[in-house]
């Protein structure tokens, strides 16, 4: 199944020492994070993954360990080891940001639940699900509370758990987030966007697994009518 998720990075040789002034080195993390977001972009995670390295290092030592640009890169760097499947890497560098997020960050900030959702991933690709779920419903909540019920960041939250809820064979929990989801797609992003498409692929997946078969090949072809449009 396709999730729907957000991440930001970036990355380029660091030739410059770590004595430059702080807004120097500013220029340098965000430098290299925007190389190492393109490279994940392109599906060089590898490459991603050293890139996020070295601006880890250069937040921790521009910015101090606790401050919220290395939960960032904390967080860029455990995604590009995710593209990877290296999930024994990725989990203790999305723990690290989480509890970074929970001290910088009010509770119920946008941010926490984005970190959460990237925690919860891990768990859910592993099969841990009792472990992933919590985590989905808090950062669900979180997204409600802190924007519009019709944002496309909610039906994020709620395409990802639906996802958690039909691994565990849970499909009539699944499918009522399913449709909600594309209804805010929908509405937010135009019938033709792409993440209509994730959506509309997902819900396919849930119905031949209901046996819907029907159903599920409209929403089968659906999607891959937009899936095969120019963007």
Do not use: C
């Not at 723990?95 to 768990?123: F, G, T, W």
């Not at 802190?146 to 691994?167: C, F, G, K, M, Q």
């Not at 499918?175 to 997902?202: C, D, F, Q, S, W």
């Amino acid at each position: 199944m396709r999730t729907l998720a957000r991440i930001a990075i970036i990355l380029m040789a660091l030739a410059v020492s770590l004595a430059l002034p702080t807004y120097a080195q500013e220029a340098v993390w965000n430098d290299l994070n925007a190389k190492a977001f393109s490279l994940y972009q392109q599906g060089r995670y590898s490459e991603a993954a050293m890139v996020g390295k070295e601006a880890l290092k250069v937040a921790e030592n521009t910015f101090g360990p606790n401050h919220p640009a290395v939960a960032t890169s904390l967080n860029n760097l455990a995604s590009s080891y995710r593209a990877q499947r290296q999930y024994a890497k990725a989990e203790p560098l999305y723990k690290r940001a989480q509890a970074m997020m929970e001290k910088a960050a009010a509770p119920d900030h946008p941010a926490v639940a984005m970190s959460l959702n990237n925690l919860a991933e891990i768990y859910r690709v592993q099969g841990r699900y009792a472990e992933a779920e919590p985590l989905y419903k808090r950062a669900l909540v979180i997204m409600e509370k802190a924007r519009a019920t019709d944002d496309p960041i909610v039906a994020t939250s709620l395409n990802n758990l639906a996802e958690l809820y039909t691994a565990q064979g849970r499909y009539a929990e699944a499918e009522p987030l399913y449709k909600r989801a594309l209804v805010i797609m929908e509405k937010t992003r135009g019938p033709y966007h792409r993440n209509v498409a994730t959506v509309l692929g997902n819900m396919a997946k849930l119905y031949k697994k209901m046996g819907r078969n029907s159903e599920a090949e409209q929403f089968e072809e659906r999607a891959r009518r937009i899936f095969s449009r120019k963007q």
